[in-house]
């Protein structure tokens, strides 16, 4: 068997570690090892979205049916309803929009889609787990990893999809600063968005009996009101109801958060429920049958001038860790990791030509992640009135009928773009130097 092109090592078995992996498998000439740094490839977290601009890439990966299977719909692009969108702050809730689009979104369990591409996996691709990076170190013509628990690894390529706490970024960052390309170490840490978000899903069969006829059984809503907001959808072939509930706090935007990160609601049982006292009563009876949530305090990652340095780039969160009011933080890892697979599986790109073709991924890929990351802060502000130009003090029906506009406005990318034209640019890029 003749040696491969080059190695590929990816840090990371999350959604984007595992479909870039997905996407160089297309190539039998690249070597592929996934390392997890966690004793078993498990996603934390409850419900993701896919909308039609993400589902399209994974259908290149062949996946398209094997999604459809996992959320029990069939295949479609005809308008359909997105979310319904309450005023909620008040005991006598307001309904003012529903969001419906072409091909819709798609609702599914996280750890239900890393099932689906593990499955996948060509045994071609080395995977293992227990292996937390601990830092890296570029040579002439390769990547030295070394891991925490003492063993070592190399590769020409390394790919960091290690998510918010990226040890890949840190080292990343850390080449640029000795470059002068960033001035602080500082960009390698996540910020906090000021947000924090109570997790939980709920067993349906409990709604049911708690509120038959409940809205949220078959339709999914999001509840909005000053500084707070709850999204809610049914996942799990509608056995299970994916409940998130929002609290913001603006002046604390960019702080450090104090405490864990991720930890189950402690204190009273009301303590995370109390912003939503007076608000209506279609609240009040998801609270009276949601367990007891996880808390995250939702964090973000700021902005770099390059997500590559040398063999060295980032995909997902490591890149561009977003809040998730966009419900695309997913499906931007996924077109991370496709059109760089494309790029490394490219007939141009040797151990030579990587520097170019990682070039190329970044001057595509940057520009168009953060300007999502962008409209997910701003979905966040319009969720819970806090646009400046929002008169807190007077959200009518004018103002409300305007704020859906501006969310399917915000969203408008995800169904009218494709990733096609981008990867199209992208290779030509590459080709051209």
């Not at 227990?130 to 020409?156: H, N, W």
């Not at 907001?229 to 509608?238: K, Q, V």
């Not at 990351?373 to 319009?382: F, V």
Request: net charge neutral.
């Amino acid at each position: 068997m003749s040696p491969p092109k080059f190695r590929v090592a990816i840090c990371g078995g999350g959604v984007g570690g595992l479909v870039l992996a997905l996407a160089l498998a297309r190539y039998p000439d690249i070597s592929v090892t996934i390392y997890e740094a966690a004793k078993n490839f498990t996603e934390i977290g409850a419900g993701i979205g896919l909308w039609p601009r993400a589902l399209k890439v994974l259908e290149k990966l062949g996946l398209r049916d094997d999604i459809f299977n996992l959320v029990g719909c069939t295949d479609s692009t005809d308008p359909a309803h997105v979310f319904h969108f309450r005023k909620s702050d008040q005991p006598n809730g307001v309904s003012f929009y529903d969001l419906t689009t072409p091909g819709g979104l798609l609702r599914l369990h996280r750890a239900s889609v890393q099932r689906l591409l593990l499955s996948r996996l060509p045994p071609s691709c080395a995977t293992h787990t227990s292996k937390r990076l601990l830092s890296y170190t570029q040579r002439p013509s390769s990547v030295l990893l070394k891991f925490t628990d003492g063993s070592t690894a190399s590769c020409d390529v390394l790919v960091g999809a290690d998510g918010l706490r990226s040890a890949v970024r840190v080292g990343l960052v850390h080449e640029l600063r000795a470059r002068g390309v960033v001035s602080s170490e500082h960009l390698a840490e996540a910020r906090w968005s000021g947000e924090v978000a109570y997790r939980a899903l709920i067993p349906m069969e409990n709604v049911r009996k708690a509120a038959p006829g409940h809205r949220c059984i078959t339709t999914p809503t999001e509840f909005l009101g000053k500084d707070n907001y709850i999204l809610t959808y049914p996942i799990e072939h509608g056995s299970l109801l994916n409940f998130v509930a929002f609290q913001r706090q603006p002046t604390r935007e960019g702080t450090k958060f104090d405490g864990a990160w991720m930890a189950v609601a402690g204190g009273h049982a009301d303590d995370w429920t109390r912003p939503y006292d007076g608000w209506d009563a279609e609240v009040q009876q998801l609270f009276d049958c949601a367990p007891n949530p996880m808390r995250w305090a939702i964090h973000v990652a700021p902005p770099l001038p390059t997500w590559v340095s040398g063999r060295v780039t980032l995909v997902g969160d490591a890149a561009h860790a977003m809040a998730p009011h966009e419900g695309s933080g997913a499906g931007q890892a996924i077109e991370d990791a496709y059109l760089l697979g494309t790029l490394l599986g490219h007939p141009h790109t040797t151990r030579a030509t990587l520097p170019a073709a990682l070039a190329a991924y970044d001057r595509v890929r940057r520009p168009f992640a953060e300007g999502v990351q962008r409209r997910s802060r701003e979905n966040g502000l319009l969720f819970t009135f806090a646009r400046h130009d929002i008169d807190r003090a007077r959200v009518d029906a004018g103002v409300l009928r305007d704020l859906g506009e501006r969310v399917r406005a915000n969203w408008a990318w995800a169904w009218e773009t494709t990733l096609d034209g981008d990867v199209e640019r992208a290779v030509g890029m590459l080709e051209r130097s």
